[in-house]
């Protein structure tokens, strides 16, 4: 069983288009987050939700938006793709509340637009 | 601002050396200290830290936190070639999860 599954592993696209990347997670946890990891392999936060709600937002541009339709779902939309959004995207999901654990990984996005 | 910083950014060791990888952070609220591996894929979890002089162990790796002095250790023992990869710390705050930016490690035979 998967614990964190991210959709799709890959995605190639043109710059100028829409794209959604899905996230799910069967552990139960309070809290999900959707990183960006660069060329240099540097893990940035990017959006962190607590129960289905938007707690951190960092420096992130707006054409990016978090979706979270329940605890177990962290969808990330982007619109009008440029060529320094191509990254790996990891969701992740932790329990902060009662019973703090570690954070587990999808296993990333690779997004390379074109 | 949450900040966890690693040092060294990169290291190269021969098989069966000993090496130390270092993690100093500063983190309103601090919850716990994690420590990851990072090969081709997603981060693997290696531990998970919250007491300060308490080693945590597994097989030839081991940890520990320094809560007064706000850093962390992973060491690593008998290295072997399968121990290459990036390492990588992270700090539970009140509502996120903050990463250093790795050690990349590579251990050559």
């Known amino acids: 069983d998967t614990a964190v599954s991210q959709t799709p592993k890959y995605l190639v696209t043109q710059m100028g288009n829409d794209k959604s990347i899905k996230c799910e997670q069967n552990?139960?946890?309070?809290?999900m987050y959707w990183y960006k990891q660069d060329s240099k392999k540097f893990l940035k936060i990017m959006f962190s939700y607590n129960n289905k709600e938007l707690i951190i937002n960092e420096t992130v541009p707006n054409r990016f938006s978090p979706k979270s339709p329940d605890k177990a779902h962290l969808n990330l939309h982007i619109n009008s793709l440029e060529l320094g959004d191509s990254a790996v995207y990891f969701c992740?999901?932790?329990?902060?509340?009662?019973?703090?654990?570690?954070?587990?990984f999808g296993q990333g996005t690779r997004l390379t637009v074109v | 601002e949450d900040k966890v910083v690693q040092s060294p950014l990169s290291l190269v060791v021969h098989e069966g050396d000993t090496v130390t990888l270092n993690c100093s952070y500063e983190v309103t609220n601090f919850r716990s200290l994690l420590w990851y591996k990072q090969e081709k894929k997603a981060p693997t979890f290696l531990f998970m830290l919250?007491?300060?002089?308490i080693e945590k162990k597994s097989g030839r790796l081991s940890s520990i936190l320094d809560k007064k002095e706000l850093f962390s250790i992973l060491n690593i023992t008998a290295t072997q070639t399968g121990d290459s990869a990036i390492y990588l710390c992270a700090v539970q705050g009140a509502q996120k999860l903050v990463f250093g930016q790795g050690t990349r490690l590579t251990i050559n035979p």
């Open positions: 992740a999901s932790s329990q902060l509340g009662r019973g703090l654990t570690e954070a587990f």
């Open positions: 552990l139960g946890h309070d809290t």
């Open positions: 919250t007491s300060s002089g």
